[in-house]
């Protein structure tokens, strides 16, 4: 909810938040560890920076991504992080546990692991 110019209140479509929560991991998917990481083509679009810093002075992005030939192909492979945990709220509640799937990405994985995807 927000208060608009007029003294109103509006709800808006999302509000961008963070919360500190005790949560355990109940469950994840793959079932397997070692398909926490995912390996997929390289392309073109891997050259651009999300940077935005000078390209030329940012040699680091490039080291601390992995890279490995496909065996198939031939052609390089970049390892990305990609999986899911449910999550159990670890404060007691009266309709019980509380559980939420949430999707980790190649990032989020990196800040939480603290440590890249490889083979």
Not at 55 to 84: A, C, I, M, N, V
């Amino acid at each position: 909810m927000r208060r608009t110019d007029q003294g109103n209140i509006g709800s808006l479509p999302f509000i961008n938040r963070n919360f500190k929560v005790a949560v355990k991991v109940v469950d994840y998917f793959p079932h397997h560890l070692v398909d926490f990481s995912q390996g997929r083509k390289v392309s073109d679009y891997d050259m651009l920076s999300d940077h935005s810093g000078d390209e030329d002075s940012d040699t680091s992005l490039e080291k601390s991504h992995p890279f490995k030939l496909d065996s198939s192909s031939g052609r390089q492979k970049k390892w990305e992080w990609r999986f899911s945990l449910l999550l159990e709220d670890q404060t007691p509640h009266r309709s019980g546990n509380i559980r939420q799937w949430v999707v980790v990405d190649n990032h989020s994985a990196q800040m939480l692991l603290e440590m890249d995807a490889t083979e």
